[in-house]
């Protein structure tokens, strides 16, 4: 219902334009969002140049700006998404949940660098999966899939999750149909992007790739794997004392849009979607729908959202310790930053970024490992705001 109210004010804009674009991105599955981040899409506020990024303020001392609802952060560059859900939040009668859903489906549709939606980060098999969640602060909600195949709408299916069942994750292939009961279309995720990152790594024997301590060797070959002998005992600790730095993840392979929205009634909704890491071990779950891990919101304090080494990541809840280091009185800037440097005690050379805002609308990031870029809007800036953050390891 509320999105109508977006549809008919966008479908005004390029009404005509909006169904081109639905079909040139393939069938369009049938929900509201997705149409409504079409018709974005399609219309002249869309596809600016990204704003050169600013270093983002300092904001370790207490109220360092004033500040108010609405707000749209979200992680990286992906500033059609931070405008979409402007533009959804700013209408009245739309409620932060639909416009997370629909700044996030704007980059499954544009597939976000490469790591949101289809054609992106094929696994082993060369096959793209989406993980994706959506949280409502109001009631504490949460839908979520992991590894979901063959659908491109993965945070509308994670909806759905949450508003037609008791559940909060479904994973593979049970998703996918579930997904199909709803409504989806199933079609390929496969592009010839995709078709063409794996056959290269396949020409490179399978390098690199995630697999630990195998027969034959994963270091120089392809599968099918066993495990090698003699390694039960060593696995966790080699992985502790010499963290294996996740090779598909890097500045030019942003992997996850993560986005928090507060309305002006102070309502804050999360939500993340991705297609995880290249060359996965086919049904690997990054953090992204993991409660707390990709993203966290509580009405009570605010939200964050988290990007990075994802199988890292959820070992430590980050969005979820940056809510509750706001609500023990950080700045948000602070607040991400340590739950960062929790991760860091233990693999201090992991690659992961964090933005967070509280209730007031202030808003911060952090980054460890990689420099980290992040998008905002606010009723004061005229349009999206790109900050840059200095990763924490870099830091004097
Ligand atoms: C928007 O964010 C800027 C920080 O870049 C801040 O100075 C300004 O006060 C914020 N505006 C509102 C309405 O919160
Ligand atoms: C994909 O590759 C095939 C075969 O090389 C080609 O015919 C087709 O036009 C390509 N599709 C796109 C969207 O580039
Ligand atoms: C593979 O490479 C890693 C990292 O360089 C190394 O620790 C490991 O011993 C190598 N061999 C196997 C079988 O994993
Ligand atoms: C595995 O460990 C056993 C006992 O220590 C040893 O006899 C055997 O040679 C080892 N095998 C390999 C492949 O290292
Ligand atoms: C971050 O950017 C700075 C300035 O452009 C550069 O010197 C530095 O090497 C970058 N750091 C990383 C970890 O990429």
Not at 14 to 20: I, P, Q
Not at 259 to 287: C, E, L, W
Request: with cysteine.
């Amino acid at each position: 219902m509320r999105i109508t109210v977006l549809i008919v004010m966008l479908g005004a804009l390029a009404a005509s334009a909006a169904s081109a674009s639905a079909a040139a991105s393939g069938p369009a599955p049938a929900t509201a969002a997705f149409d409504a981040a079409s018709a974005y899409l399609a219309s002249p506020a869309a596809h600016v140049p990204r704003p050169a990024a600013i270093p983002q303020p300092r904001d370790n001392e207490p109220n360092q700006f004033q500040a108010s609802l609405p707000i749209v952060i979200n992680t990286w560059p992906f500033t059609d998404a931070t405008r979409a859900a402007w533009a959804s939040i700013t209408t009245p009668s739309t409620s932060a949940v639909d416009a997370v859903e629909i700044g996030c489906t704007v980059c499954e549709i544009e597939q976000c660098d490469g790591s949101v939606g289809y054609g992106g980060s094929p696994n082993e098999d060369g096959e793209t999966t989406l993980d994706a969640m959506i949280m409502d602060g109001i009631t504490h909600d949460v839908g979520s899939i992991g590894c979901i195949k063959r659908v491109k709408s993965a945070i509308s299916v994670a909806r759905k999750v949450m508003e037609h069942t008791t559940h909060t994750l479904l994973v593979g292939e049970d998703a996918t149909r579930f997904a199909v009961s709803m409504g989806f279309k199933e079609e390929s995720l496969t592009t010839n992007n995709s078709i063409s990152i794996y056959q290269s790594w396949k020409a490179q024997n399978c390098q690199p790739n995630y697999r630990l301590d195998t027969l034959p060797d994963a270091n120089t070959s392809c599968g099918p794997y066993k495990p090698a002998p003699n390694t039960s005992n060593r696995g966790s600790s080699r992985y502790h004392t010499s963290p294996r730095i996740n090779p598909a993840v890097g500045p030019g392979n942003h992997d996850t849009v993560g986005m928090i929205v507060i309305d002006a009634n102070g309502n804050v909704a999360g939500g993340t979607s991705t297609n995880g890491a290249s060359h996965k071990v086919p049904g690997r779950v990054g953090d992204s729908p993991i409660t707390g891990s990709g993203a966290y919101v509580d009405n009570n304090v605010g939200g964050a959202a988290a990007t990075g080494d994802g199988d890292v990541m959820m070992r430590f809840l980050p969005s979820y310790q940056a809510v509750r280091n706001m609500e023990a009185g950080m700045t948000p800037t602070a607040a991400a930053e340590d739950a960062l440097r929790r991760i860091a005690k233990f693999y201090p050379n992991y690659l992961g970024a964090l933005v967070a805002v509280n209730k007031q609308g202030q808003f911060g990031g952090a980054a460890h490992g990689w420099n980290f870029s992040y998008s905002v809007r606010n009723s004061t800036m005229s349009d999206v705001t790109v900050f840059s953050v200095t990763p924490l390891d870099a830091k004097p």
